[in-house]
Each structure stands twice: as structure tokens, then as C-alpha cells.
């Protein structure tokens, strides 16, 4: 919909080279084509003063749109330049009803989820699934692919029965 070239990078593996090469692209694409480059960094907490200061120049020219992910706190780990020039959204973690029906979802979505296989469900192993998850789908939906990949087929040797004795062997 932008339009933008999109380079995606985590700070854990990049480094000040790999910053300034983006940099460089990003402006030269800015200049030829009139197009801005988005910039996704992954853990950009990770990233020293210096590191995070080499972005500055081209969030400034406009030629770049710099996303930066973190799990801290920006006001202590963004600098306090990056950090003024930059519009800060808090995610919180998904409540446990949202996450059932998130789960719930995943089992009848046979293009992206479990709907093709057969699955019974014990009383209350959703909302088990969901209160170890704290609010994180990817962890929600791993472990009811674990679970249900782990639990014992049923009489008729196609239904998978998923239970909270099953759940919790899944777990650990």
C-alpha cells in the first residue's frame, strides 16, 4: 500500500555496517526512485548509541520509516534523539478469552490450522492452553499444535482426544 521498499534486520546480528549499507540503499532509492524504505529492526534495545545514532540522518530526510520492536522500556533503551522523533505504541498481551478464540479458530481453519484433523477437546484445556500462554498467541497456538500432535488417537483411529492430562505432559 506504501509503496516502500521494506528491509527488515535484527539488531542481535546486524551491526553498524550492515546499518549504514541499508542507509545508503535507502537513500539512493529515496533520490532515483521517490520511494521511502521502511526499516524493521527486531530487538532494536540491542543496539549501542552509536548504532542507533547512524539511523538519525535518514529518519530526518524523510527517506526512511524506522520500526523499531523492543521488549524494554524505549525511554531508557532508545536514544534520547531516535526516541524524540519517533511515536511509541505499547502492545499488550492478548486477555486469556481473546486467545481461546483465537484457538478455537485454529482448529476449524483447515488452510492454516488444525481443521483437517479430527480433535476432541477436554473441558477447560483451551483456557489452560491460554493462561500458560500470558497473552502470547504464538505460544498459545505452538502448544495446542504440540498438544494435540502428542495426544492419543481415539477408538475410531482418526479422532485425536486432546485432555488436560495430555496438556499438561505437552507442557513440560
Avoid at 527486531?42 to 543496539?47: A, K, Q, S, T, V
Avoid at 524506522?66 to 524494554?72: K, P, Q, W
Avoid at 481473546?98 to 483437517?116: F, H, M, P, Q, Y
Avoid at 495426544?151 to 505432559?169: E, F, I, S, V
Amino acid at each position: 500500500a506504501t509503496r516502500a521498499r521494506f528491509v527488515s534486520f535484527s539488531a542481535v546480528l546486524a551491526g553498524i555496517k550492515e546499518i549504514k549499507e541499508v542507509m545508503a540503499a535507502a537513500e539512493q532509492t529515496r533520490r532515483q526512485l521517490n520511494r521511502r524504505t521502511i526499516v524493521f529492526v527486531d530487538e532494536i534495545h540491542r543496539f549501542n548509541k552509536s548504532q542507533q545514532d547512524a539511523f538519525l540522518p535518514r529518519v530526518e530526510a524523510g527517506d526512511i520509516v524506522l520500526i523499531g520492536a523492543t521488549t524494554e522500556n524505549p525511554s531508557f533503551e532508545v536514544n534520547a534523539a531516535l526516541l524524540s522523533r519517533s511515536k511509541v505504541f505499547t502492545l499488550r498481551g492478548l486477555t486469556e478469552r481473546e486467545l481461546v478464540r483465537i484457538l478455537e479458530r485454529a482448529l476449524t481453519d483447515k488452510e492454516r490450522g488444525l481443521g483437517n484433523e479430527p480433535i476432541e477437546i477436554g473441558d477447560g484445556v483451551l483456557q489452560t492452553i491460554a493462561r500458560f500462554a500470558n497473552g502470547d498467541a504464538r505460544v498459545a497456538l505452538n502448544l495446542l499444535e504440540l498438544a494435540t500432535a502428542a495426544a492419543p488417537r481415539a477408538a475410531d483411529g482418526a479422532t485425536r482426544r486432546l485432555d488436560l492430562d495430555t496438556l499438561q505432559q505437552s507442557v513440560q
